[in-house]
């Protein structure tokens, strides 16, 4: 096929002959390398593909192509080509495949990879679209467009490295980006705008609906709105939105759309971005709520320092009121403070001392630094400090102060200062050594006493047992029986012999007690083998009154004590119940736990009962609360000495009574250990 052969092609489509001349050029000049395949004999294309292969092969000649061809295979010119079979053209390259491929699609191909043979034997990479020419179904020759295609492979392959590199860029970035034309409805998406949707990645794109689905159902409704609104405005926009996981959970994106319209104002095409923005929108979160932690912080210490402040207001008040002598020490134990009663006591003006430490208040006592850490951290650890301190006055004289030393806390409980308060304690020591020296006096004058006593005790007690020895002589002796009148006589000398013996005994021994010369045996005292003794001695006495005392032991333990100052507390009080009762009245003993290691002993009678008012008055020496009645024998040394025997044994008594109910004289003291 030659170019007249293109020529009649080409007057068969087009009926204008300047048209044909004009197409004639513009194919010659074409900067395409235009390659021509004549068909001889022609072939029926509708034969099946088998026998329209095998003519292919075998009916193949170049019949025309154009400079820029030759060029392109490094000829010199068209003359070089045309009349050759055009196998001898075909570089590495399976002829059967492509022959086979032209021929099912109707010798129509688009820029598919074909390599052909330049001058020099080399295979040179083009890029071939076919076009068949046929004549009344007969395919007479095949048209191709060629390409170089080695710089279109390195721009291919420029291009998919630099797709490669934007999807690896999304995907760091978590970027997913898409398309659609509206025109064609031709739509593309990233891969990564699949994955980030938890979409499967798929070639084909998805549809909106699917995205719709993923969003979460509270912004669908606002994100539709604006994906519309920006397609018809032809804006670009940004909106937030949420997607909701499998699982629950929410993660955050961040979409820009830009749409374009056409001269009439419609939609022709719009490009968007989708990141996720999860990290930074809970990082914005974590910040926020880290502004909003330090702005209540910051509004709590602002608050407290106008409680602090307010504090330290009300010191300087309360301290310019108080009359005792009141200092402020700061934590470097420097004065901040001085009112009018610490000048009365030291004698120096506020304005003297203000960030003085404490060195001038005891220039004799220096603290050491060591000593004043460990005072600070006992303040602490204690909440204050109090004793006596040596202080000096500014004229040098020494003055005794009690003082205690109290840590001031802030609101968050921080020591922010140091309130001493003093007080002049020189007269009130004073006072102490002078009632010091009087409590000597008087203990040297009770053991004078004591030893009077001792001594009186004994020059009575000699006379007296030679009166009562005599009188009982002459009782025994006399040959001559006394008459009524004598026999009187004697019996009130020796009744009143035994009662100033009785008396005597028993101020010698409240004598031993308060001079603490009395001896102790303590043991473990079975209660009821005491009780038992006691009541035996006590039994005449009961007897001749018509009372008989009851006894009732309710406890199993012993009593810690001394069995026969015991014995000596239970006659005491046994004997009162018998003296102060009524004829035939009650009596009862009784001993029961007080509580898990003491023992309680109590003597109860139905006598007159007692005033509680006259209470303490029942352990006075010689007070028998204005007994004057001579039938009831009695010192008035009894109560006393019972209460310090009951002390000295480590125990306490006490009395429970009322006028006319009766009385409770109870004792507790310890149990014996097992």
């Known amino acids: 096929m030659t170019a007249v052969d293109l020529a009649e092609i080409f007057k068969s489509r087009v009926s204008d002959s300047e048209q044909v001349s004009l197409l004639i050029d513009i194919v010659s000049a074409s900067e395409e390398g235009i390659l021509c395949w004549s068909i001889d004999p022609p072939i029926d294309t509708r034969l099946p593909p088998p026998e329209q292969l095998q003519a292919l092969r075998e009916g193949m000649q170049v019949s025309y192509c154009n400079q820029s061809y030759a060029r392109l295979m490094d000829y010199p010119g068209p003359e070089d080509i045309i009349g050759r079979n055009v196998i001898e053209f075909l570089g590495e390259l399976n002829v059967d495949a492509k022959l086979q491929e032209m021929v099912e699609n109707d010798y129509r191909l688009e820029r598919i990879r074909f390599p052909f043979k330049d001058s020099g034997g080399n295979t040179r990479l083009t890029s071939v679209t076919t076009h068949a020419l046929l004549q009344d179904q007969m395919l007479i020759g095949i048209w191709n467009t060629v390409l170089d295609a080695t710089r279109q492979s390195e721009q291919e392959s420029e291009a998919e490295i630099i797709r490669e590199l934007l999807s690896d860029s999304q995907e760091l970035a978590r970027i997913g980006s898409w398309s659609e034309d509206f025109r064609t409805g031709r739509r593309a998406q990233s891969r990564q705008l699949h994955i980030l949707m938890g979409l499967p990645p798929r070639p084909e794109p998805y549809d909106w609906t699917d995205f719709l689905e993923k969003i979460h159902p509270d912004d669908r409704a606002r994100v539709a709105k604006g994906r519309e609104r920006t397609r018809s405005s032809g804006d670009t926009s940004t909106m937030d939105f949420r997607v909701v996981e499998p699982d629950g959970s929410l993660r955050y994106f961040h979409t820009v759309v830009r749409s374009t319209l056409d001269k009439d104002g419609q939609p022709l095409h719009w490009l968007g971005t989708m990141q996720e ?173 004591s030893h009077f006593i001792r001594g009186l005790s004994h020059e009575l007690r000699t006379p007296l047992n030679a009166i009562l020895g005599f009188a009982q002589l002459m009782e025994r002796l006399s040959g001559t029986p006394l008459d009524s009148q004598q026999q009187d006589y004697l019996d009130h000398i020796q009744a009143g012999g035994v009662h100033l013996l009785g ?141 310090s025997l009951v002390e000295a044994m480590a125990g306490t008594m006490g009395v429970d009574s009322q006028p006319g109910e009766g009385s409770s004289f109870w004792v507790d003291l310890p149990a014996a250990e097992n």
Not at 411 to 437: C, M, P, Q, W
Not at 513 to 525: N, Q, R, T
Not at 564 to 574: C, D, E, F, S
């Open 277 to 449: 923005i999860t990290e930074q929108v809970k990082l914005r979160e974590q910040l926020q709520e880290m502004v909003e932690a330090r702005t209540h912080a910051l509004s709590e210490e602002i608050e407290l320092r106008k409680r602090d402040a307010a504090i330290l207001k009300r010191q300087a008040v309360v301290v310019s009121q108080i009359s005792e002598a009141v200092i402020v020490w700061n934590l470097d134990l420097k004065i901040s403070d001085w009112n009018d009663g610490a000048t009365k006591v030291f004698g120096y003006s506020r304005e003297e001392v203000m960030d003085l430490g404490p060195a001038f208040l005891r220039p004799r006592q220096p603290l050491a630094p060591s000593k004043r850490e460990e005072l600070l951290d006992w303040i602490e650890d204690n909440d204050g400090w109090q004793g006596e301190l040596p202080y000096q006055h500014k004229d040098g004289h020494e003055v005794i102060c009690e003082a205690s030393l109290t840590a001031l806390r802030d609101s968050r409980g921080n020591i922010i200062s140091f309130v001493e308060v003093v007080r002049d304690a020189t007269e009130r020591k004073a006072y102490e050594h002078k009632l010091a020296d009087a409590k000597e006096e008087a203990e040297q004058a009770n053991v004078a006493k």
């Open 503 to 643: 008396l005597v005994n028993e101020v010698l021994d409240l004598a031993k007690i308060e001079s603490g010369e009395i001896d102790l045996k303590l043991e473990a005292v079975d209660c009821k083998a005491l009780a038992e003794e006691v009541l035996q001695l006590v039994a005449p006495q009961a007897e001749e009154r018509r009372i008989t005392p009851a006894l009732e032991v309710r406890t199993e333990r012993s009593i810690h004590g001394d069995y026969m100052r015991l014995k000596q507390v239970l006659l005491n009080l046994l004997t009162n119940g018998i003296k102060y009762n009524s004829n035939g009245g009650g009596l009862y003993l009784s001993f029961a736990d007080s509580d898990s290691k003491r023992v309680r002993i109590m003597v109860t009678d139905t006598g007159p009962g007692i005033d509680p008012g006259r209470y303490d008055e029942l352990f006075e020496p010689f007070n028998r609360l204005g007994v004057t009645d001579a039938t009831v024998e009695g010192t008035g040394l009894g109560l006393p000495i019972t209460a």
